[in-house]
């Protein structure tokens, strides 16, 4: 279902747009995924509307089940945010140790302090970062907007399953441009 209306208290989330996952392969060009969220982060920033900036710096302690990834052997800027999003003070900035953005972060409490409803998710991957994300804020009673060209995923079929058959189950999906035009109106 594309976007029916952006909502006055909406904020913009951008997941893992960072050094080191960014120079990963991925299934759509990485450039157009960071251009987008920066042009969305400036629309967002221009309205007073929270930008809240995701990264990844380690796995969440404790799993056995696989082995974790050991972080002290990527490079040492590997978490550090892509200058492109150009990172404001006003911006809240969440490090994770999980796939989603809401455990252990306090993401909830501060969207909630300033009143947030809805958020707009852009980043990578899609169906780690993005969706764990997503099923967190449906979980808290969020309105999720996916801006679908604003994300890719490893895998060029799984970032369309999950835009296709996971994404229209949690929210709504449209495109840059149009969250674009509902910012400006």
């Known amino acids: 279902m594309p976007l029916t209306q952006l909502e006055p208290n909406a904020a913009l989330i951008i997941i893992d747009l960072q050094k080191g996952i960014t120079a990963m392969p991925v299934s759509h060009p990485v450039s157009d995924v960071i251009q987008r969220s ?27 089940s696989r082995p974790r990834p050991d972080f002290s052997q990527f490079p040492a800027d590997f978490a550090e945010l892509v200058p492109e999003l150009d990172a404001q003070p006003t911006d809240h900035r969440v490090t994770k140790h999980a796939f989603g953005a809401f ?29 764990s994300t997503a099923r967190s804020a449906y979980d808290h009673g969020y309105h999720i907007v996916f801006v679908s060209d604003a994300m890719a995923d490893l895998s060029a079929a799984a970032h369309t399953h999950s835009i296709e058959n996971i994404f229209p189950r949690m929210g709504e999906i449209d495109t840059t441009e149009t969250v674009l035009a509902r910012l400006r109106a």
Do not use: H, K, M, W
Request: zero cysteines.
């Open 38 to 64: 920066a042009e969305l982060a400036r629309a967002f920033r221009e309205r007073g509307l929270p930008v809240v900036l995701v990264n990844v710096a380690g796995a969440a302690p404790g799993r056995t």
């Open 103 to 131: 455990p252990g972060t306090g993401l909830d409490d501060y969207l909630r302090s300033r009143g947030v409803t809805q958020i707009v998710l852009t980043g990578v991957a899609t169906t780690i970062g993005v969706e």
